[in-house]
T-cell receptor, first 114, second 113 residues
Framework: AQTVTQSQPEMSVQEAETVTLSCTYDTSESDYYLFWYKQPPSRQMILVIR????KQQNATENRFSVNFQKAAKSFSLKISDSQLGDAAMYFC???????????WGAGTKLIIKP | DAGVIQSPRHEVTEMGQEVTLRCKPISGHDYLFWYRQTMMRGLELLIYFNNNVPIDDSGMPEDRFSAKMPNASFSTLKIQPSEPRDSAVYFC???????????FGPGTRLTVL
């Protein structure tokens, strides 16, 4: 079965510091996509970053970057220079190329300490 | 573009009543998804459409739930009759093509008393 695991229910970080959220997944597919979504208290689900499995280069979006380890089936999110507005639930999601559905992790609540 | 639009944002109803949730996808998007989010079960896909046709409704919990997409710019999720365990946040999302990301609406928080 394809599963996504986020082992950290909650993380906290001091403002301006760096934090890494972990995500692992289980699949036998070779082609797939990985996503990190952010859900702030407003409930809106916002795409933070995406990674195609066939790309070796790690995706980066401003202060957000990923560490994609395909062999280890790991897809962590690094947030640099944390800001108060980064406080949210972060969800890791996986989508195989053979199926159009997203498989979601349980989420990590990120707390930013001022 | 205005993004995915959902209405209402909040709905409080009594057990046994019919509830209709509405969604307008982003123009040009040919996939539409309905999700339910609860603390216990996380984010669950209920059903998705491609070009207005339901493709997979295996996530719909019971016959009390039904979804329609009469045209490319409108979809509804109906619960009849509603029960307290249906209380959740319901999201609609849309996507253009097979390989792009999904864009989510703001969600509808449903409370069934």
């Amino acid at each position: 079965a394809q599963t996504v695991t986020q082992s950290q229910p909650e993380m906290s970080v001091q403002e301006a510091e760096t934090v890494t959220l972990s995500c692992t997944y289980d699949t036998s597919e070779s082609d797939y996509y990985l996503f990190w979504y952010k859900q702030p208290p407003s409930r809106q689900m916002i795409l933070v970053i995406r990674q195609e499995a066939y790309k070796q280069q790690n995706a980066t979006e401003n202060r957000f970057s990923v560490n994609f380890q395909k062999a280890a089936k790991s897809f962590s999110l690094k947030i640099s220079d944390s800001q108060l507005g980064d406080a949210a639930m972060y969800f890791c999601a996986y989508r195989p190329d053979s199926n159009y559905q997203l498989i979601w992790g349980a989420g990590t609540k990120l707390i930013i300490k001022p | 573009d205005a993004g995915v639009i959902q209405s209402p944002r909040h709905e409080v109803t009594e057990m046994g009543q019919e509830v209709t949730l509405r969604c307008k996808p982003i123009s040009g998007h040919d996939y539409l998804f309905w999700y339910r989010q609860t603390m216990m079960r996380g984010l669950e896909l209920l059903i998705y459409f491609n070009n207005n046709v339901p493709i997979d409704d295996s996530g719909m919990p019971e016959d009390r739930f039904s979804a329609k997409m009469p045209n490319a710019s409108f979809s509804t999720l109906k619960i009849q009759p509603s029960e307290p365990r249906d209380s959740a946040v319901y999201f609609c999302a849309s996507r253009r093509g097979l390989y792009n990301e999904q864009f989510f609406g703001p969600g509808t928080r449903l409370t069934v008393l």
